[in-house]
């Protein structure tokens, strides 16, 4: 059954109009998740430029999926050394692998303190905490049709739609960086 794993790449995930974070959620998630082209580029371009991961929040996110996929193993990172951006100067590629293995490093270690701390995940339990309850649960194993779930809205009437808490889970997320 798992006979394969995904090589997701940063900058196709953008090109593809998602963040590299929902890519590599949507591979964890399924057990595929294999390996990592850490390449990102241009949003406003629109093509790959094989740039290299320089935004701390990114990488953040990024080492926040290798951290829940325990790791990369048997797979890993990998930057494509190609010249399609401006710097083409062999010390501009030396830099940018310096650059985008420092990001990443700085993002596992705001990983794990966002872990550790547990307030974000927290927020993020308490959000989705409909999920566990009974009919999440029967939702979540496919047990739930359109009818039943069409009697049950009938039944509760209008729901309560508490708040999602953006701005206290940005202020978290943002104090890890």
């Not at 940018?96 to 794990?112: C, K």
């Not at 409909?130 to 509760?156: C, H, P, R, T």
Request: net charge negative; proline share 2%; aromatic share 8%.
């Amino acid at each position: 059954m798992h006979e394969f794993k995904l090589n997701i790449e940063c900058n196709h995930a953008t090109l593809s109009g998602h963040s590299c974070h929902h890519e590599l959620e949507t591979a964890r998630i399924n057990g595929l998740l294999g390996n990592i082209d850490a390449n990102t580029g241009d949003p406003q371009i629109g093509w790959d430029t094989d740039q290299f991961l320089t935004d701390i929040g990114e990488g953040t996110m990024v080492m926040i999926s290798v951290i829940r996929n325990g790791g990369l193993a048997p797979g890993g990172f990998n930057f494509d050394a190609k010249l399609r951006r401006e710097s083409t100067d062999v010390e501009d590629l030396f830099i940018a692998h310096i650059s985008g293995m420092d990001t990443l490093a700085r993002g596992l270690r705001n990983a794990a303190k966002l872990i550790e701390d547990g307030s974000l995940g927290e927020l993020v339990k308490k959000r989705y905490q409909s999920f566990d309850s009974e009919i999440g649960q029967q939702i979540e194993a496919g047990k739930a049709d359109f009818d039943f779930l069409e009697k049950k809205a009938m039944e509760w009437g209008e729901p309560k739609v508490p708040s999602a808490k953006q701005e206290l889970a940005e202020m978290f997320f943002q104090s890890s960086l």
